[in-house]
């Protein structure tokens, strides 16, 4: 997608299994652009809020090597970004389905402009949860699906935050998330 948006760019691509190799083409590159993903599923939780197989590490290089770097994140809730000062930009893409290549493309390439709010906080740090660490992360060893062995049983706290979900966590807290709630921008400024 991102080759037939830009019929008149040449388009080098690394698979980002070795970060050294994604800095080297992205050296050379006008833009580097860096997809980190994040699998998440209903009944299968991610323990922190990092990005899995060393992409956090690929992405710095990358934005060492090119300070014109934009990460595309195709996640389904709030990751940690370590490396947000050395990046240009960031988009959130969600899972963005089977023509979510086109419409990356276009926002990537201004033809059409971003214009989505976050519907959930992304925390600055994990320390700003109610529960930093997973409930049963510790005793529970789930299966594929997200289910522990038969018989184990889960204990959770959730009068922790009660009805102070998200933003209103946060509120409460005297928190400053990374990005709050309703957090977009587009390429285009407002005054009135």
Known sequence: AIRETAKDTRVIFRDGRYPSEAALAAAQADVAIVF??????????VPDLSLPGGQ???????????????????????????????VAG?????YAGARGGEAIADILFGEVNPSGHLPITFPASLDQLPRPQLDGA?????????????????????TIEGSDVGY????????????PFGHGLSYTSFAH
């Open 138 to 158: 510790d005793t529970v060893e789930p299966s594929f699906i997200g289910m522990g062995t038969p018989g184990q049983t889960l204990e959770a706290d959730y």
């Open 56 to 86: 956090d590490t690929l992405i710095a290089a990358v934005a060492t090597a090119n300070p014109n770097t934009i990460v595309v994140l195709e996640t389904g809730g709030p990751v940690d970004m370590p490396w947000l000062d050395d």
């Open 90 to 94: 960031v988009v959130e893409a969600w």
């Open 36 to 45: 980190a993903t994040q699998y998440q599923t209903e009944g299968f939780d």
């Open 168 to 179: 209103r966590w946060f509120a409460r807290q005297g928190e400053t998330a990374l990005f």
